[in-house]
């Protein structure tokens, strides 16, 4: 079945530091992709999305290329703030069938940014 | 733009106890959803509705019950809470199920004692 791994954390960066959080996937067909963000004491929203192969989606300064050959979708940020402490998930949404799709979530890593 | 509201924020439950999670939201979304977030888990899928009156099981859909007599409101039912069922919950809402982000609300956090 369709799975998603991505690196554990936590991830602990200081401000203007480059961000990667590696994100790979298993899937039977081709996949949709997208990267969650959820800040504390909230629930997730999309930071961004691609939907074929080579895309790359951005947001905010955080970029992520679908890439087919190694099946990943890493999370990239040139210089993260301390507001972009969070924990990030990564997802895939994949058609089960007819009108049906299936939608599976990567654990979440934590990213914690110090001043 | 309320988006989706869920009530309560906490709750704290006996064992054997019931309860009902609310969730509604206001973007006339078709697709409707119950998550449970534990640590280590990720997001797991509980229950899901592709319409008004139509839902569906998830991953780990025991012990729980759904209905969804509006295209608005998507309740969360728990017949006889136990121990396993702390959790935070969330409720997503999209407007489609394929590539439609979905929309979550900000949580439910729920200690069964």
């Known amino acids: 079945g369709d799975s998603v791994t991505q690196m554990e954390g936590p991830v602990t960066l200081s401000e203007e530091a480059f961000l990667t959080i590696n994100c790979t996937y298993t899937?039977?067909?081709?996949?949709?992709l997208f990267w969650y963000v959820q800040y504390p004491g909230e629930g997730l929203q999309l930071l961004l999305k691609a939907t074929k192969a080579d895309d790359k989606g951005s947001n905010k300064g955080f970029e992520a290329t679908y890439r087919k050959e190694t099946t990943s979708f890493h999370l990239e940020k040139g210089s993260v703030q301390v507001s972009d402490s969070a924990v990030y998930f990564c997802?895939?949404?994949?058609?089960?069938?007819?009108?049906?799709?299936?939608?599976?979530f990567g654990k979440g890593t934590l990213l914690t940014v110090n001043p | 733009n309320a988006g989706v509201t869920q009530t309560p924020k906490f709750q704290v439950l006996k064992t054997g106890q019931s309860m009902t999670l609310q969730c509604a939201q206001d973007?006339?979304?078709?697709?409707m959803s119950w998550y449970r977030q534990d640590p280590g888990m990720g997001l797991r899928l509980i229950h899901y509705s592709v319409g008004a009156g139509i839902t569906d099981q998830g991953e780990v859909p025991n012990g729980y019950n759904v209905s969804r007599s509006t295209t608005e409101d998507f309740p969360l039912r728990l017949l006889s809470a136990a121990p396993s069922q702390t959790s935070v919950y969330f409720c997503a809402s999209s407007y489609g199920r394929g590539l439609s982000p979905l929309h979550f609300g900000n949580g439910t956090r729920l200690t069964v004692t």
């Open positions: 899937a039977t067909g081709y996949p949709s």
């Open positions: 997802a895939l949404s994949e058609n089960s069938g007819g009108s049906n799709y299936k939608l599976t």
């Open positions: 973007m006339n979304h078709e697709y």
